[in-house]
């Protein structure tokens, strides 16, 4: 610097210098009530009380961040947040966010009073950052004469404050405006913004707030000197105006998480300077404008989550600067445009979830040596290289679910040892898998090959892979044992193949937080280690054929998920279940259970899913299950259950429409980086349940129909079909209204039903056949808008058909729902109503038909019951036979003489209703 400049420098600062003191002095303005007319070390006596009086409105400093800040330290530019010019002295600087995250101030600290005594003292400030602050009170007048502010930053700071009132417009010096995450509402921006013939602003930020209505068409005249722009996450609507194409020195435009909608103005081709460019989360529509090949210095661009379509602009691919390309989750067709291959400085590329179709060869990924990042999932592509071919690119996240690489196991994915996440799952693989697949991916933390046909083994030096935490092998052929899992593994699945084998003592960790073993040929006990699975919050172990009892552990607490349906457990209710209580879904279905429910069943206070069905329960339904106030599925179904139906149903209140959870697919932040969707389930209460791959089945409307994770939760039902239960029908089952599938069938209840089961206005299925109910049908039956399946098959019900809603249309599709009701008449039934016609009471008794044919029925009975039995022992003592049948009836050797006489106890009873 030249001996004139520093001369010129210096006269400056010392204008500035005695221009100050004079003011300390009390020769101009009102601060002489201060008293203090000379400088204390390098700081102003005014400036330090002023610093002081603020510091009193903080109630609280838990961490001691301003403990620097005292009356004894007369210096306070050596403060903690406070820097001063080297030049005047003054403070210039309050950089207090990161030390007033913890802190809040008092309702009166911040109105004119308070904060204007020491904003007004501060009038040399240029750089003021409270973000974090929690503020109360009102934005003081003064802060509109603070005109030396160049760097103002208010984000996540009002709390009580109306930022409406703020009076920023001639703070004309200002070059950086943050107001984010401050619950903004309305179109405010101008009100904001200064009001000045020269407007130096060149950051202003927005962000997370509640702004709505259109930008305005003057943003390209009023933000010229704009470097940074966002308004990510607000309610701003309708069109980007062109004026925008004006922002020419623009580096960063974000308005993402908004609803834009309309096209994209292709005048934003004109923002030579840009750099990054986010858009992501809107309603765009229509083509990608091809005046976005202009952005030649663009590094970021994205484009997720709108609903552009068409296919991909190839001008894209001029973009040759650019480092990140995000196009995922919109509607693009096509194939992907070779012009992007060209794109060697690319590191990340999203092309997820559109319509893309289409050849990739390795001539369209050639030339992406720099590439560490690809996610092609969620298309249509077929992607073929040549088997020789080696990638120059070092792949550390790889999705390509649903694109078909197939049949042979790519081999060039064997060169990409640095995979630390990949993703081919549903890609048609039809190999076995290869030697090298967990040797190359030895640093890898998710791995999913999950829906191929993928056989072989797994390694028996599995948890050599230290690093794994998310293994996903389900619905492949995989064959051979299970061996012993890496030690941090959380989340592993190989349900759906062929694997087989007792499992070792030992096979497991504690860190596993999901295990699912489901649909193999797994035999033997289940091992006590899994009771040291602490952190297990779903196991599920269905359709195998471990036997014996469930360990017996002891540790509260665990798991929130049990699936251990379709085995040969036995045994009574397991007593490890009583420490559980934390239980969101328990199936025991299919299994050798017997004994009675316990009284402690009632203290899953959490539990949303029951099933108990096909064991050989005994004794009355406890009085106690009424407590589980956030039941949706309660299935009692084929057990020797006994009894009434329990009282106080109406506590069921998870089955009722006011209290039903919501539920909603999401991406859980386990799965974020594969694409695995859950459940989430919101109940009422507040209380939330996260389910993820669990797949269970209802029997409803005459089948069986299958739901998977949340959506579980909204198919509510109670199913204690083929019991013993008997008594009549509570009247109070019918404030169970958002019930849909409500089947009681094959049990000996008797009474009526209830009148006002039109109530159930969610019903969709209804079974009630195979009892010993009388009395009329009630006509508010008629009144279920989505009533779809209805049988009062065999029972004794009598007088006319209601008609009217649903039940005119039922009895086309189920012509059996009134049979073995002989005093039923009218239409649809091909018998007249008259008052001789209908029995007195009907509660009991069986027309003359029925009588005549009791006769014939028992001896006819007697004749196959002793054909039964001959054809029983010859599978007893006939090998073939009994494969045959296994097969055929796809049941065990253990299950078929419980089958036998089940069929012929439901035999004879179907006997006695002819």
């Known amino acids: 610097m030249s001996p004139s400049i520093m001369l010129l420098v210096l006269l400056i600062e010392a204008t500035t210098f005695f221009s100050s003191s004079s003011v300390a002095h009390g020769l101009a303005t009102p601060r002489q009530s201060h008293g203090a007319s000379t400088r204390t070390g390098n700081c102003f006596p005014y400036e330090r009380d002023a610093l002081l009086e603020f510091k009193k409105g903080i109630t609280g400093d838990p961490a001691g961040r301003l403990a620097s800040w005292r009356e004894d330290e007369e210096d306070c530019c050596r403060w903690t947040g406070v820097r001063c010019s080297n030049w005047t002295g003054h403070v210039v600087s309050l950089h207090l966010s990161q030390y007033l995250e913890e802190l809040s101030l008092s309702g009166n600290d911040f109105d004119s009073q308070g904060a204007s005594c020491w904003f007004w003292n501060l009038t040399s ?52 405006l943050d107001l984010s995450f401050n619950h903004l509402n309305g179109d405010i921006i101008e009100l904001l913004l200064p009001h000045c013939s020269t407007n130096k602003l060149k950051e202003l930020r927005l962000v997370g707030n509640n702004l709505t209505g259109v930008l305005p068409d003057w943003i390209g005249r009023r933000w010229s000197s704009l ?40 005048e934003i081709g004109s923002l030579n300077n840009l750099l990054y460019l986010y ?21 970021h661009l994205d484009l997720s989550y709108n609903e552009f379509a068409e296919p991909v602009p190839s001008e894209v691919g001029r973009l ?58 969620g298309n ?111 989340e592993f699945d190989v349900s759906e193949n062929s694997l087989s084998g007792p499992l070792s003592s030992n096979f497991g960790t504690q860190n596993l937080e999901y295990l699912n073993l489901a649909s193999n040929h797994f035999t033997g006990l289940i091992p006590h280690s899994i009771c040291q699975m602490k952190d297990l919050g779903q196991l599920n172990l269905a359709n195998n054929y471990f036997h014996g009892e469930f360990p017996l552990c002891i540790e509260p607490g665990w798991p929130k998920i049990l699936i251990l349906r379709n085995n ?150 109670i199913d204690l079909s083929s019991n013993r239960l008997y008594g009549s029908i509570p009247e109070e089952i019918t404030s169970l209204d958002g019930v849909m599938n409500l089947n009681l069938s094959w049990n000996q209840l008797s009474g009526r039903i209830p009148h006002k089961i039109g109530a159930m206005q969610n019903l969709e299925s209804l079974d009630l056949k195979e009892n010993k109910i009388y009395g009329k049908i009630p006509r508010s039956l008629s009144n279920i808008t989505y009533l779809s399946y209805l049988d009062l098959s ?35 039934l091909q018998k007249n109503c008259s008052n001789s016609s209908e029995p007195v009471h009907g509660g009991h008794e069986r027309d003359e038909y029925d009588s005549k044919l009791l ?17 029983f022992c010859a599978f007893l003592f006939k090998k073939s036979w009994r494969v045959t049948y296994f097969r055929l009836f796809d049941v065990t050797f253990d299950n078929f003489y419980v089958f036998v006489v089940v069929i012929c106890a439901r035999w004879a009873k179907g006997a006695t209703t002819y």
């Open 855 to 871: 006769s014939f029925s028992f001896g006819l009975g007697v004749g196959f019951v002793a054909g039964l039995w001959v054809v």
């Open 279 to 299: 858009l992501s989360y809107n309603q765009f529509n229509g083509s990608v404008p091809s005046e976005i090949g202009r952005l030649s210095n663009l590094l």
């Open 568 to 717: 040969r457990l036995s045994g009574n209710f397991p007593p490890s279940l009583k420490m559980w209580t934390e239980l969101y879904i328990l199936d025991l279905a299919w299994n050798k259970y017997s004994g009675r429910l316990p009284m402690w069943i009632g203290d899953f206070k959490k539990l949303g899913i029951l099933d108990l069905s096909a064991n050989i329960f005994n004794g009355s339904i406890p009085s106690t299950i009424t407590r589980l106030s956030q039941l949706s599925q309660l299935n009692l179904a084929g057990n020797m259950l006994s009894g009434p139906l329990p009282r106080y149903l109406s506590n069921l209140t998870g089955m009722t429409r006011a209290y039903t959870p919501s539920f909603s697919a999401f991406t859980y932040h386990r799965y974020q980086d594969i694409g695995k969707f859950a459940g989430i389930i919101e109940f009422p209460t507040s209380d939330m349940v996260i389910i993820t791959h669990v797949n269970l089945s209802v029997i409803t409307k005459g089948q069986e129909r299958y739901y998977k994770d949340g959506e579980l939760y909204g198919m509510v039902s």
């Open 794 to 828: 065999y029972n004794n019900l009598t007088g006319t058909i209601p008609s009217g809603g649903q039940l005119d249309t039922l009895y086309e599709q189920y012509p059996f729902m009134y049979n073995g009701n002989s005093g039923l008449c009218g239409h649809p």
């Open 125 to 176: 400030l240029q750089h003021l950052e409270l973000a974090l602050t929690n503020l109360h009170g009102q934005v003081p007048d003064a802060l509109g004469g603070m005109t030396s502010l160049k760097f103002l930053d208010f984000s996540n700071s009002f709390r009580g404050i109306d930022i409406m009132k703020a009076n920023m417009t001639k703070l004309c010096n200002l070059e950086s």
């Open 380 to 490: 249509y592509l077929k992607i073929t290289v040549d088997p020789e071919w080696l990638p120059l690119f070092r792949l550390e996240y790889a999705n390509f679910a649903t694109c078909e690489m197939g049949p042979r196991f790519p081999v060039w994915l064997k060169m990409q040892e640095d995979i630390v996440v990949l993703n081919i799952s549903r890609v048609s693989i039809f190999d076995r898998l290869p030697d090298w697949f967990f040797t190359s991916y030895s640093n890898a933390t998710i791995l999913d090959i999950s829906n191929n046909a993928i056989s072989g083994a797994l390694p028996a030096d599995l948890e050599n892979m230290t690093t794994l935490e998310n293994l996903y092998l389900n619905s492949n052929n995989l064959t051979g044992p299970v061996p012993r899992l890496p030690i941090n593994l959380q």
């Open 320 to 377: 040759n600067n650019l480092l990140d390309l995000d196009l995922s989750h919109n509607q693009f067709n096509g194939s992907m445009p070779s012009e992007i291959g060209k794109l060697n400085k690319l590191t990340d590329m999203d092309l997820s979830n559109n319509n893309l179709t289409g050849v990739i060869t390795h001539e369209h990924l050639a030339q992406l040596i720099n590439l560490t990042t690809i996610d092609l999932s």
């Open 227 to 266: 470097f940074i722009l966002e308004l990510y996450g607000n309610q701003f609507t309708g069109p980007v105006p062109s004026e925008i194409g004006k922002l020419s020195n623009l580096l960063t435009l974000d308005l993402s998480y908004n609803q834009f909608a309309e096209p994209v103005p292709s």
